[in-house]
């Protein structure tokens, strides 16, 4: 299947990031974030690219997705019964990510890098939505490459490879270190679940900008002993 590419708007709103960092209204900060939220509503297109994909077959310790072999346990044993899934790539667009990065001011820095990371949310929100309506899968669950020891960052290649044509899509490409650019960036499989599986529940990252659960410390701890 072809790749579905989603983009939007993104107009963020200066009171919930004043807030996060104790700015009021009549701080002297506080103009500047106004100014911010307006350009980046202006200027910032986020994007994300996502396909239907099968299931081939899964073993012990692999699982090979419409050719693309991904290795490990963990992913085996999340995919053993699924036969259809959703790789994704979702990114705050190119024109947000050189977008406030000269700013000599700290706490506007981490303002500003907030309002990239957020950013996301509003498109990863969309591919969850697209799917629900366009595939009827509703109960999500989310594998995301490095979120955890036992998926590493690596098997992003093999998620880009199964994507196929993500840079010319949506301008995120993947560097030699496994790295996505723009920086703010996320990767990631859905697929249907009863069981609701989600990454975040053992992933200690609490400022990713694709978190949707809260961390869960029973249960990565568990994870940790396989």
Same mark, same amino acid.
């Given at each position: 299947m072809d790749l579905i590419v989603l983009k939007t708007q993104y107009q963020p709103d200066p009171k919930k990031i004043a807030g996060k960092y104790s700015i009021e209204s009549d701080d002297p900060l506080y103009p500047f974030i106004v100014t911010a939220c307006n350009q980046v509503g202006e200027l910032g297109k986020p994007v994300a690219? !996502? +396909?239907?994909?099968?299931?081939d077959e899964t073993g012990s310790d692999y699982a090979? @997705?419409?050719?693309?072999r991904f290795s490990g346990k963990f992913i085996a044993d999340r995919l053993k019964d699924v036969k259809t899934v959703y790789p994704y790539?979702?990114?705050?667009?190119? %024109? /947000?990510d050189t977008w406030g990065r000269s700013c000599d001011d700290l706490i506007l820095d981490y303002c500003y890098d907030d309002i990239r990371q957020s950013s996301i949310k509003p498109v990863l929100d969309m591919v969850?939505?697209? @799917?629900?309506n366009q !595939?009827?899968?509703? +109960? /999500?669950s989310s594998l995301n490459p490095g979120s955890i020891p036992q998926w590493p960052i690596t098997e992003q290649r093999s998620l880009f490879k199964l994507l196929g044509p993500v840079y010319e899509k949506t301008q995120v490409r993947l560097d030699k270190t496994m790295l996505?650019?723009? /920086?703010?960036?996320?990767?990631?499989i859905l !697929? %249907?679940?009863k069981e609701g599986y989600c990454n975040c529940k053992i992933c200690r990252r609490q400022n990713c900008p694709g978190r949707r659960e809260d961390l869960d410390e029973?249960? /990565?701890t568990k994870m940790l002993d396989w």
């Open positions: 690219c !996502f +396909k239907e994909a099968t299931v090979v @997705i419409e050719g693309v790539v979702a990114s705050c667009g190119k %024109e /947000l969850h939505q697209t @799917i629900m !595939f009827g899968a509703y +109960k /999500l996505m650019y723009p /920086l703010k960036s996320v990767s990631g !697929f %249907e679940s029973d249960q /990565l």
